[in-house]
């Protein structure tokens, strides 16, 4: 690849396409945020518990958490591009086969453990990218690419709530992760770092502070100052995660509005999350 040029351009201007890919690719891996929606189908259609039909998004987030991680140590050894495509396959394999399940204990183990794990080794990628070719506007820049994660259920809670209306749960589980394997690959295909030393024209990289120090992952651990933080990010997502996932048969059944309003109420749930 010429690295002159980026999708027929200069480096600076190409660079940005990158951005729209990576908002493309959130969407689909953050449509976990509409599971609501498939929440009370679930319940009626594999004769489950409340409880029970929620435990699919419960796992779906630890395994997501636990495997970003994970993608953060293989992407140096894969590359963005492979690591990528992967994710999205497993992205895609975990919906897909989550129409096929008999009860919730598949479905968990399907669209919970499989699809979850697709997620989070795919979720860091267009990040990682993003953050390199914008060092300049990297705030900007990461700022547009994960906003599509957060804004996801404006449209696959939509997708799914009209699938889900005309064919059933399953049918919306396996057209939607077809779909989503699909515009993952094909988005993740382009995704490269730029050439070591690359900066975009007339930026100066600022210099390291006196004070600052970098920490390996196992110092950083054992910090006051990791644990401090990832309490407050534990404390912060609980309660909003776990509203999102009943907030659909939650407004259907106590508020008693339409199927439709809930799918996009839950959208906009999500952005504030977000």
Not at 11 to 21: A, K, T, V
Not at 27 to 53: D, M, P, R
Not at 99 to 124: C, D, E, F, H, K
Not at 220 to 240: D, E, N, Q, R
Request: hydrophobic share 55%.
């Amino acid at each position: 690849m010429n690295e002159n040029r980026l999708f027929g351009m200069a480096p600076e201007s190409g660079r940005w396409l990158f951005i729209l890919f990576g908002f493309i690719i959130n969407i689909c891996l953050g449509s976990v945020y509409a599971y609501s929606v498939f929440n009370k189908h679930v319940q009626e259609l594999l004769g489950s518990s409340a409880t029970w039909a929620g435990m699919p998004f419960m796992i779906f987030l630890a395994v997501f958490a636990i495997m970003v991680f994970v993608g953060g140590q293989l992407i140096g050894k894969l590359g963005p591009r492979n690591l990528g495509i992967l994710g999205g396959v497993v992205v895609g394999l975990g919906w897909m086969l989550a129409s096929q399940s008999p009860n919730i204990g598949v479905l968990t183990l399907t669209y919970g453990v499989i699809g979850g794990a697709g997620v989070g080794l795919a979720y860091g990628v267009p990040l990682a990218v993003v953050g390199r070719w914008f060092p300049d506007k990297r705030g900007l820049a990461l700022g547009l690419t994960i906003a599509g994660f957060g804004g996801s259920p404006f449209v696959s809670a939509y997708v799914a709530a009209s699938i889900i209306s005309s064919a059933g749960p399953m049918q919306a589980f396996f057209t939607m992760g077809l779909a989503f394997l699909i515009v993952i690959c094909v988005c993740f295909i382009p995704f490269r770092y730029p050439a070591d030393g690359w900066a975009p024209a007339g930026f100066t990289a600022a210099t390291t502070g006196a004070g600052s120090i970098d920490f390996t992952t196992g110092e950083m651990v054992k910090t006051k100052a990791f644990y401090g933080l990832f309490l407050s990010y534990t404390i912060g997502c609980l309660a909003g995660l776990m509203a999102i996932g009943i907030s659909s048969p939650v407004g259907q059944e106590i508020i008693v509005i339409p199927a439709t309003t809930a799918a996009t109420l839950v959208g906009v749930f999500a952005i504030f999350n977000g």
